[in-house]
């Protein structure tokens, strides 16, 4: 049965197709590691409950990034295999090995980028409790600079006092609250 199909495939056919599947995912990655982008593409999985984006999480194995990166294992080892044995169904399923073997670890390393970038973003919660000095003194119902510590970065942000008393440089203070940019502080204890 199989003897019948492999005689339709010349040796150049192959290898041309081993090579197009292998420029394809080569040109997908790199367009997409020099132009960046945070999204998927709208994974081909997003209604299989497979998505990842949507939990911070990065692309999904079964994203267009996971298939591309599994195209470029897939076509290298492929072409790689069929030079040497010019053997088809055998460099077939040492192409499935390779393209699962350059798939799985470069979507892990992704997901490991999108997770740290996503765990370096701020919201007002995170200055809630934070402590920290004030660096430009508050006047009477105006604004100033405090430098607070949060998430283990040390930030300067603008600053109201919390009743709008005055507060001198140096003052210790705790954010309260936040409005936009601008921390709500209290004298710390």
């Known amino acids: 049965m199989f003897d019948w199909l492999l005689s339709h495939f010349d040796t150049a056919t192959t290898k041309f197709v081993f090579l197009a599947v292998f420029g394809a995912g080569t040109v997908y990655t790199l367009v997409s590691i020099l132009f960046g982008g945070d999204h998927d593409v709208h994974d081909l999985d997003a209604h299989v409950d497979l998505h990842a984006d949507a939990h911070g999480e990065g692309p999904s194995f079964f994203g267009l990034r996971g298939i591309m990166l599994f195209c470029v294992g897939f076509g290298a080892v492929g072409y790689i295999t069929f030079v040497y ?12 090995v390779g393209g699962a073997a350059l798939m799985v670890p470069g979507v892990m390393i992704i997901r490991f980028f999108f997770r740290s970038q996503y765990s370096s973003t701020l919201t007002e ?38 009743d709008d008393a005055p507060l001198r440089t140096g003052a210790s203070v705790v954010v309260v609250n936040s409005r936009g940019n601008v921390l709500i502080v209290r004298p710390s204890s």
């Open 85 to 96: 044995t010019q053997k088809l169904l055998f460099s077939a399923a040492a192409g499935l």
């Open 125 to 162: 919660q995170d200055f809630a409790g934070a402590s920290g000095n004030v660096v430009t003194s508050i006047p009477q119902g105006g604004l100033g600079e405090v430098t607070v510590q949060v998430k283990d970065r040390t930030l300067t942000r603008p600053a109201r006092a919390e």
